[in-house]
């Protein structure tokens, strides 16, 4: 059986839907599994865990009371620090576009 970081997108919602597991618990699986090899490959710039899991939960509660969610809600996706996204850390990879986003939002160039 795989474990819940390789689930896909497809058996992760299914494991969700069917209450084999949780939205926290995958999101949890994803987040142990980048704290663990993250120092060797250094693939993310900004980690936005307590926002993530926050999520989940709020998932989980809509779930449990029969409410609508999103059809990929309780999937963990990695966004390209290239695109702009409210409230998040953007820096293009770069010192130089370190506050790209936030001085789009201010109007600057």
Same mark, same amino acid.
């Given at each position: 059986?795989?474990?819940?970081?390789?689930?896909?997108?497809?058996?992760?919602?299914? =494991? +969700?839907?069917?209450?084999? @597991?949780?939205? *926290? #618990?995958?999101?949890?699986?994803?987040?142990?599994? %980048?704290?663990?090899?993250?120092? =060797? +490959?250094?693939?993310?710039? @900004?980690?936005? *865990? #307590?926002?993530?899991?926050?999520?989940?939960?709020? %998932?989980?509660?809509?779930?449990?009371?029969?409410?609508?969610?999103?059809?990929?809600?309780?999937?963990?996706?990695?966004?390209?620090?290239?695109?702009?996204?409210?409230?998040?850390?953007?820096?293009?990879?770069?010192?130089?576009?370190?506050?790209?986003?936030?001085?789009?939002?201010?109007?600057?160039?």
């Amino acid at each position: 059986m795989p474990k819940l970081h390789e689930l896909t997108a497809q058996e992760t919602i299914q =494991k +969700i839907r069917s209450n084999e @597991t949780t939205a *926290e #618990e995958c999101v949890q699986a994803v987040f142990e599994r %980048i704290h663990k090899f993250e120092d =060797k +490959i250094n693939a993310y710039i @900004t980690l936005v *865990e #307590e926002e993530a899991l926050k999520k989940s939960r709020e %998932i989980d509660r809509k779930i449990s009371e029969g409410k609508p969610v999103g059809i990929l809600a309780g999937v963990s996706i990695a966004v390209k620090d290239a695109i702009c996204t409210q409230g998040i850390r953007t820096t293009c990879s770069s010192r130089m576009l370190e506050n790209f986003c936030s001085s789009l939002r201010r109007g600057g160039h």
